[in-house]
């Protein structure tokens, strides 16, 4: 599998941004999503997720009602709308596939198995 993440660029806090994740392969639906961000010297952190089968999301707490993750199964491709950026989302975001998700697990970076070249997200004050 291999995944092409986009979207990124630099917006004013309060502004929006859509990432999009395409992903190869023919077993996409199969797999559940997730994104993920750093930032420098520190560790790749969770931001969300989407199951394989039943629509589950899941987030982090400090983006809960600004983010929301989406997939389209006919295209391939995951999502992550950001409405309402603050300047600590600042960040390379990073989408990655889990061939097999557990709920347990789905917000592990060692879950996931293919990860994407990641696009920079800057918010500025």
């Known amino acids: 599998v291999q995944l092409q993440a986009s979207g990124g660029g630099l917006v004013q806090a309060g502004g929006s941004l859509r990432l999009s994740c395409a992903a190869s392969?023919?077993?996409?639906?199969?797999?559940?999503m997730g994104w993920f961000r750093q930032t420098p010297g520190k560790e790749r952190e969770f931001v969300a997720a989407?199951?394989?089968?039943?629509?589950?999301?899941y987030y982090t707490d400090s983006v809960k009602g600004r983010f929301t993750i989406s997939r389209d199964n006919a295209k391939n491709t995951v999502y992550l709308q950001m409405n309402n950026l603050k300047p600590e989302d600042t960040a390379v975001y990073y989408c990655?596939?889990?061939?097999?998700?557990?709920?347990?697990?789905?917000?592990?970076?060692?879950?996931?198995?293919?990860w994407g070249q990641g696009t920079q997200v800057t918010v500025s004050s």
């Open positions: 392969g023919r077993t996409f639906s199969s797999y559940a």
């Open positions: 989407f199951s394989r089968s039943g629509g589950s999301t």
């Open positions: 990655a596939a889990d061939p097999n998700p557990i709920t347990s697990t789905i917000r592990s970076i060692n879950a996931y198995d293919y």
